[in-house]
């Protein structure tokens, strides 16, 4: 079954919740003045850590969005992941009822899950003992609860799933909802990522790790630097980005609003290393390839690309060698960037407040900067808009997510013609 004997599945509806802002034009609109969204943590004592920055989100009330009990029995991702998917029907001015709930389903990827919930029943458990740990420690804690509680809070019965694949989760929810659409499974899709992860002990495994920038305790403004020859580890952010995707005749049969069109999906292995990329990114060159055979489109097709762009040593040269091997002299020409200097890296959810990134850029025909990129590195010497937004005529876009454990993902989406 070739693409063209597919159904062509578009993006009709947008969600996010970001350490920018938590909806969808405060998101849209910080990422455009390339504003700051990184700063002291607040959400635990982080003085004996040897990091202390992140993209926290500021000013969610989950009360907005369910009844406060309910939010109590979830953890943050989750809570994230409602909010966003609700905020998604409604800007795609969708309902989901009786007649068509079984053909709508939920793909919604996380990296670490509930991991706040773990962190405190276990000092709960410890401290108290075992009879005063949480009846809902287990269903708040599991990574696939946040495509769960948006089923039970939306009514989509639909496929459900989860995909946990470290910073890859959100772009691979939304390929693999992409392919069950493709396919004739469901009707439309909410999917993307969250996560929420600003935690002692993630951050302590992190530290360790030496994956976190250290350096810049003083200076949060400044710390996520992607491309920069002075970057030092990513920083880390939390929340959740959310696309509703509909099969083109459903959207076209309610007159729906259409961002642009997805329309290619490529994911590989390395095969290599627990936390490093291979060599040269061969892994990132596939993905990005078998995106584009995908999508059946070509080098020279490619205006924008979202870069995972993370701020690390390793990842931003390996993929400037990737794009550069998949595009070949073409690379030169696109215009590329970061968005994580903005909101930070949000993991698992990373993927998903990207692609709306993505479609807002396809939908506006402006481009959002890589702030912070005040002396490039030699390696990165692509043009990656630097600290200032573009406006600029995007017609096929690419978003790039690569995880720990070698997984990489590449997305393409359209204007919709």
Known sequence: MTNRQMKRVVVTGLGSITPLGNNLQEYWEGLLQGRNGIGK??????????????????????????????AKRMDRFSQFAVAASKQTLENAN???????????????????????VIETQNEVLL??????VSPFTVPTMIANMAAGLTAIHTGAKGPNSCTVTACAAGSHAIGDAF??????????????????????????????????????NDDPAHASRPFDKDRDGFVMGEGAGILFLEELEHALGRDARIYGEIIGYGMTCDAYHMTAPVP???GATRAIDLALQDGQITAEEIDYINAHGTSTLANDSTETKAIKKA???????????????????????????EAV?????????????????????????????????????????????????????????????
Do not use: W
């Not at 030169?332 to 949000?346: E, N, P, Q, R």
């Open 41 to 70: 943590i607040t959400l635990f004592d982080a003085s004996n850590h040897a990091c202390q920055i992140a993209g926290e989100v500021k000013g969610f009330d989950p009360a907005d969005y369910m009844a406060r009990k309910e």
């Open 357 to 417: 990134a993505t479609m807002m850029a396809i939908a506006n025909n402006q481009v959002p900067p890589t702030i912070n990129l005040e002396n490039p590195d030699p390696e990165c010497d692509l043009d990656y808009i630097a600290n200032k937004s573009r406006e600029l005529e995007v017609e096929v876009a690419l978003s790039n997510s690569f995880g720990f454990g070698g997984h990489n993902v590449t997305l393409a989406f359209r204007k919709y013609h």
């Open 94 to 116: 969708f309902v989901i009822d009786e007649l068509n709930a079984d053909r709508i389903g939920v793909l919604i990827g996380t990296g670490v899950g509930g991991i706040q």
């Open 127 to 132: 401290t108290k003992g075992p009879r005063k």
């Open 179 to 216: 392919r069950l659409i493709q396919r004739g499974y469901a009707d439309a899709m909410i999917c993307g990522g969250t996560e929420a992860a600003i935690t002692p002990l993630s951050y302590a495994g992190f530290c360790s790790a030496k994956a976190l920038s250290m350096s810049r």
């Open 327 to 353: 595009l070949g002299k073409t690379a030169y020409k696109v215009a590329i960037s970061s968005t994580k200097s903005m909101t930070g890296h949000l993991l698992g959810g990373s993927g998903g407040i």
């Open 280 to 282: 040269e990114g061969l």
